[in-house]
């Protein structure tokens, strides 16, 4: 996969030269600061919420979009991804979460984000959303799996979870959530 090329030095802004570094092998340099520096990239998380008796699954409906995806957002500067998962379901959904565990990582190269997905458990089944959030339904398993949105990395989450095996388009169509 094609990793987004920087070109010039975050710090200095100085035009970045190719440099060749043992075990890693050629990596952007700047000549400045006399630094290596590493592909910088967005870090976010999607959360399959599930209820206490974990037969059901809280999908979302987001800025004016007809299917339904998995609440998601952006891990904050500072922040553990755990902890985004639980603020970010706490923000968009106003539930709290009493568990959260990890499932599977996938890198989306059309926002330059690395996805991390987990699994949440909420109390309760009355969730009070926020203004981001247009519309929410909770749905079995079964019934999740025909409602996500098709061609996104939300439905490949979602059914590498509910299958056990994770499978990724090189390009998905649709947004990552």
């Not at 399959?48 to 037969?55: C, L």
């Not at 970010?88 to 059309?110: A, C, I, Q, R």
Request: proline share 5%; net charge negative.
């Amino acid at each position: 996969m094609k990793v987004p090329e920087m070109n010039y030095c975050m710090h200095c802004g100085t035009k970045l030269i190719t440099r060749f570094l043992e075990g890693e092998g050629d990596i952007p340099y700047c000549p400045s600061c006399n630094e290596f520096r590493f592909p910088v990239f967005n870090t976010a998380v999607s959360m399959i919420v599930m209820n206490e008796a974990k037969d059901h699954i809280l999908m979302i409906r987001q800025y004016g979009g007809n299917e339904y995806i998995l609440v998601a957002g952006y891990v904050n500067k500072g922040e553990d991804a755990e902890d985004a998962a639980v603020r970010e379901v706490k923000e968009e959904m106003g539930l709290d979460v009493t568990s959260v565990s990890f499932n599977h990582s996938h890198y989306f190269e059309p926002s330059n984000t690395l996805m991390l997905n987990f699994t949440v458990t909420v109390p309760g089944d009355k969730p009070h959303p926020n203004r981001e959030v247009d519309s929410w339904s909770w749905f079995t398993c079964e019934e999740a799996r025909e409602a996500v949105r098709k061609n996104s990395l939300a439905k490949a989450f979602l059914l590498g979870y509910l299958d056990g095996e994770y499978h990724f388009a090189q390009q998905l169509a649709k947004p990552y959530r």
